[in-house]
Nanobody, 122 residues
Framework: VQLQASGGGLVQAGGSLRLSCEAA????????MGWFRQIPGKERELVAA????????YYSDSVKGRFTITRDQDKDAVYLQMNRLTPEDTAVYYC????????????????WGRGTLVTVSS
């Protein structure tokens, strides 16, 4: 069971990136999914989360209005469109999946992918 995150890279401040997370080994179409990020030396923090059906999505205050989480049920994938990036968005980004969006938001998702590094230069 794997979640494969991709799309990270180096971008200038004000730019955009789109992260992708695809499932391998099982389907995540009926699970909540989310994105977290972690800066070295700091705790992992929620970026965005979405349930599989109804409600949400949820965003941290620091990204609200700039980031958008979407999912493609047919492709069993979740995406994070990141616009107007700032150096403070520099982090390793992780996707996660869980049985409820509450668990995902609290960092208690059962499945986690390897991170993808996003670096925003000033």
């Amino acid at each position: 069971v794997q979640l494969q995150a991709s799309g990270g890279g180096l971008v200038q401040a004000g730019g955009s990136l789109r992260l992708s997370c695809e499932a391998a080994g099982r389907t995540f179409s009926r699970t909540a999914m989310g994105w977290f990020r972690q800066i070295p030396g700091k705790e992992r923090e929620l970026v965005a989360a979405t349930p599989w059906h109804g409600g949400g999505p949820y965003y941290s205050d620091s990204v609200k209005g700039r980031f958008t989480i979407t999912r493609d049920q047919d492709k069993d994938a979740v995406y994070l469109q990141m616009n107007r990036l700032t150096p403070e968005d520099t982090a390793v980004y992780y996707c996660t999946s869980g049985d409820t969006v509450a668990n995902v938001r609290d960092g208690r998702g059962q499945y986690w992918g390897r991170g993808t590094l996003v670096t925003v230069s000033s």
